[in-house]
């Protein structure tokens, strides 16, 4: 049993608790209401939250009067205490970095060209389909320990770096067993149709089929993916082959999410019948797309480390989409290729600085719509009684540091379902 927990003397406490009756994801000027309470509290008890509120009150409750040896007491004097950071959007499967991708892109190549050449996506597979399980599962735990540091305590991880039934179902358990030696909480999803592997070039939907027929039921019946990602998009999949993909993943009861609007723009209202959790990246989108977006509760998540760490000049139009009431949530989509970070305050200060979104939203969007993202709302994502302790605390004096001192980490302490970690 996790110790109790108390955090007191924050000079902010970000609860993100809701601010109107409305349940949902955070839309439009609700993205910016933080709920914030100052010289604040939080007790969690049995990796729970069970109260938060200023600490003059923590201090005056019974059962804490009572019980206060027992307890773990932090001071967070001066400090901020947020919800731990949702990174819905990982690809943590990976053995090496792409150095060579880097460089090239630098003297002037673009990701497509590094794609079309045998560079890319299909660059990292012999790695991963040769490595024993234990050297990824290592792999994955260094990458979850070091998000933990950053301040995230849930993480979305996909596979994607193997394309066979074998290379892909290791990925996913690997994922699980990274998991269940890290004391964050770790949402595994199947992206075994990340690109079609070269085995398969000018034959894509053989490998859809195997995609469908093999690693799909499988990964759904062993229980290790609960959601199915496409990236659909040139090169990738088409729109008619996600479509399949997401039949099949509906179908063995599995939720579904996609790369969407990379490269290139895909229409999104036939996707609608699958009720995705999340179209991620979304830098091209339809117009006509938008009200449908808004009606929904599909979130909008969006990789800026993507867009930076490929020497992009655009990012996604956040305004347009946060303005006209669609979810939108932020992430890193750690990778190899295209967003080598894992520091959620880093994509937060791009969204700010990119894509004009107030330091406000980028939380909002790295906490509770997050959380939406992945259909744990109702545990993840804010500092309310009931909720999970997970919990971040940040040597700042006000939130807005958090995104502003970009490249370097303030995180000082994150509890993950009550268990606390300092990494400095
Ligand atoms: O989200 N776009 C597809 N997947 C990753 C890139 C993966 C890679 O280049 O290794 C992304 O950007
Ligand atoms: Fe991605």
């Known amino acids: 049993m996790t110790p109790p927990l108390l955090l007191v003397n924050a000079r902010q406490v970000l609860t993100l608790a809701a601010a109107s009756a409305k349940n949902g994801p955070r839309r439009g000027p609700d993205l910016r209401e933080l709920g914030i309470i100052e010289n604040g509290a939080v007790l969690c008890i049995g990796g729970k939250i069970v109260s938060v509120g200023t600490t003059k009150d923590a201090l005056r409750d019974p059962w804490l009067k009572k019980n206060r040896k027992k307890v773990t007491e932090i001071d967070c004097g001066g400090k901020v205490i947020l919800p731990g950071f949702v990174d819905s959007h990982t690809h943590p499967v990976f053995v090496s970095p792409r150095l060579v991708d880097f460089e090239k892109r630098i003297e002037g190549a673009s990701y497509e060209q590094i794609a079309a050449a045998g560079g890319g996506i299909r660059s990292s597979l012999e790695a991963v389909r040769s490595a024993a399980k234990a050297t990824l599962t290592d792999k994955i735990i260094a990458a979850f320990r070091d998000m933990a540091a950053h301040g995230t305590t849930t993480v979305e991880a996909k596979s994607g770096y193997g394309l066979t039934l074998e290379s892909e179902l290791k990925s996913l358990e690997a994922i699980r067993d990274a998991g269940s030696r890290w004391p964050g909480t770790v949402i595994p999803t ?82 609608q019948r699958f009720d995705p959790a999340s ?66 305050p880093m994509a937060m200060s791009l969204a700010c600085t990119h894509m004009k979104m107030s330091p406000a939203e980028t939380i909002a969007a790295a906490t509770i719509n997050g959380a939406w993202a992945l259909r744990l709302a109702d545990r993840k994502g804010s500092i309310e009684a009931g909720k999970d302790a997970d919990l971040a605390v940040f040597d700042t004096e006000d939130y807005r540091e958090i995104p502003y001192w970009f490249g370097a980490n303030h995180c000082t302490l994150t509890a993950m379902n009550g268990i606390v970690e300092m990494p400095r």
């Open 279 to 344: 179209f991620d990246h979304m830098d091209h989108l339809n117009e006509s797309d938008i009200p449908m977006l808004a009606k929904s509760d599909t979130v909008a998540t969006f990789v800026p480390g993507a867009n930076y760490f490929l020497g992009m000049k655009t990012y996604p139009d956040a305004r347009r989409l946060i303005d006209s009431g669609v979810a939108v949530a932020l992430a890193t989509d750690y990778n190899p290729g295209t967003s080598p970070t894992l520091s959620m």
């Open 190 to 271: 199947l992206l075994g149709a990340h690109v079609v592997p070269k085995e398969f070039q000018g034959c894509s939907q053989k490998y859809v089929e195997i995609v469908c027929t093999e690693m799909i039921p499988q990964a759904a019946r062993r229980k290790l993916a609960q959601f199915v990602d496409v990236f659909c998009d040139k090169g990738a999949f088409t729109a008619e082959e996600a479509q399949q993909i997401f039949e099949a993943a509906r179908a063995h009861g599995l939720n579904v999410r996609a790369h969407m609007g990379q490269l290139s723009e895909t229409l999104l209202a036939p996707f």
